[in-house]
């Protein structure tokens, strides 16, 4: 058996969910779209750089959770996964991910973005498994606090967190033959760097370089 990990935004997906997200809510008039929007591209330009507050960036994006119910939040991410998820799902990334399905991977994403916007995403993809980070729930009202819990999965708390995982299957890097994993972005390094196989898809500058040095297989999933 081999192990498939799959980033999602800018790799499976042609775009960034929690981008879409943000313009989701900016749609429905939840969050106010000048503070949204620059605020976003403060965090993209940290992200690009490698110098990204995760705790900061979390905050941010966590905090329209807590404002509303689950089955509200519920109900808004089926319009927003027909309306700004399905379009940018391509099919080369469904093929890809078949292919490892189909032969037998243990497959799963491990992403940054929250596993509330990311759940419903992993599943249209047929993927079991989901690695991204968690929202706080509040126990009594089961409400989201607005707040992460645990690691984040980003840069080397990815690996923490593919770990943690594999240890509570009964796993580790050694149950595979191969351990593969799909990233477009430089702050997926350590992620890369631990597996058998790295594959960089539509990579940035900062990866495109270092996969070039290193000899990795680079893919186009547009």
């Avoid at 900016?26 to 992200?47: K, L, P, T, W």
């Avoid at 984040?152 to 240890?167: D, M, N």
């Amino acid at each position: 058996m081999n192990l498939a990990l799959f980033d999602l935004d800018n790799t499976l997906l042609a775009g960034d969910s929690d981008f879409e997200w943000a313009q989701f809510l900016i749609s429905r008039g939840v969050v106010d779209r000048e503070i949204q929007e620059a605020r976003n591209i403060e965090f993209y330009e940290h992200y690009k750089a490698g110098t990204l507050d995760i705790g900061a960036f979390l905050a941010f994006q966590l905090a329209p959770l807590a404002r509303h119910g689950r089955a509200e939040l519920d109900a808004w991410h089926a319009d927003y996964m027909a309306r700004h998820i399905r379009p940018i799902i391509t099919e080369p990334a469904r093929a890809l991910v078949r292919r490892h399905l189909e032969a037998g991977d243990l497959c799963a994403i491990v992403t940054a973005t929250n596993s509330f916007v990311t759940g419903p995403i992993a599943r249209e993809f047929g993927i079991p498994h989901l690695i991204g980070t968690i929202p706080a729930v509040d126990v009594a009202s089961g409400a989201f606090s607005g707040e992460p819990t645990g690691i984040p999965s980003f840069q080397a708390g990815k690996i923490t967190r593919v770990e943690a995982w594999l240890e509570s299957q009964g796993l580790w890097w050694g149950s595979f033959a191969d351990s593969y994993f799909y990233s477009d972005s430089h702050n997926d390094l350590p992620l890369l760097q631990k597996v058998s196989r790295p594959v960089v898809v539509d990579p940035d500058d900062r990866l495109r370089a270092h996969a070039g040095e290193q000899g990795w297989p680079s893919l186009s999933l547009r």
